[in-house]
């Protein structure tokens, strides 16, 4: 269970990180939104607590399984709170799994949880994510699982909960369970996963890999039409030099999935016979942002790829 000393401590308001302490005069910044991945809000940065979020009554958390597989429940926070990422709980039958963190977390999520079985582990793609992880961790006694090369950003120490560092560039969470596989893709940050669920062919992408708008129109849409960007940083714009994308490209070698889910409600992106394979949208979607970068032509832009593709080593690019 979640003690009452985690309701205490200060959480930004602008990305939903919790720090270890609850005195306000001795924190004045949020290192994650000084970051220029992130943002200071313009009206600057202010501090809440889990406590004075349940106290107001203005938070709720929301549940709903995938259309196309129950097994998949995804769960945001309303009104939004912070960045309004949602998590997702996965169940197999070797347990539950929790991708990615929402900050807040109230008593029917709890319950919700439980009643599924609790969770084995939880795993959190990147540091924006990190939110009120020790709170999770120690609510439903379970490891939480962070990249290595991610550590560092770190808010919040806890010896009392399970922290698990992710060495490799993939990881199964579920031991002697291939069904789930966490995908170090870095790009956004060095260690940013996502998540492989082969049962459900989903890969979910996080902010690793970004859904854009021209994703979801699918009707009679146009060869050359981008699915997905790749970024340093989303609010502010910032891409992933051809280098980073084409590695991010060739992690995912060797995967099948038929659907992804991003970070947010919406962004889902599915195999169909209007809009065609994800898997050959994902690497289309690639071949335009490293060809805008690197000026090449529309026409082109399949056999630039394979000659850049053939290149042993893209740090050259």
């Known amino acids: 269970m979640a ?61 709903a399984r995938d259309p196309e597989n129950n097994l998949i429940i995804s769960i945001w926070t309303e009104p939004k709170f912070a ?26 999520t709890i319950d919700m949880i439980d009643i599924l079985g609790g969770l084995k582990a939880i795993i959190i793609s990147h540091p924006h994510y990190y939110t009120t992880y020790a709170v999770w961790a120690r609510t439903f006694n379970c490891p939480v699982y962070i990249a290595t090369a991610d550590y560092s950003w770190l808010c919040r120490h806890d010896d009392t909960i399970s922290l698990r560092e992710i060495h490799s560039p993939t990881f199964q969470p579920l031991q002697g369970y291939s069904g789930l596989v966490a995908i170090r893709v870095g790009g956004h940050f060095p260690g940013s996963m996502v998540l492989h669920y082969k049962p459900g062919a989903v890969l979910f992408i996080a902010d690793s890999i970004v859904t854009v708008p021209s994703a979801l129109y699918h009707v009679d849409r146009l060869p050359g039409t981008a699915t997905y960007s790749f970024m340093w940083s989303i609010p502010n714009m910032i891409p992933l030099p051809p280098s980073k994308i084409m590695k991010i490209i060739k992690r995912l070698e060797g995967y099948q999935y038929k659907s992804t889910f991003g970070a947010f409600n919406g962004l889902d992106v599915r195999t169909s016979a209007e809009s065609g394979s994800v898997m050959k949208r994902m690497v289309e979607s690639a071949k335009i942002a490293v060809g805008a970068m690197l000026e090449w032509d529309k026409d082109e832009l399949d056999t630039k790829w394979e000659e850049l593709w053939s290149l042993e080593n893209t740090e050259r690019i």
């Open 3 to 63: 003690s009452d000393s985690d309701d205490s401590l200060l959480i930004c308001t602008a990305c939903g990180t919790q720090f270890d302490t609850d005195d306000r005069t001795s924190l004045a910044r949020c290192r994650i939104c000084d970051d220029p991945r992130q943002f200071v809000p313009p009206s600057g940065q202010t501090f809440t607590t889990l406590g004075e979020l349940k106290y107001s009554g203005n938070y709720y958390n929301k549940t």
């Open 83 to 108: 960045i309004g990422q949602r998590a997702f709980l996965i169940q197999t039958e070797r347990g539950n799994i929790l991708w990615d963190l929402i900050a807040y977390l109230d008593q029917d």
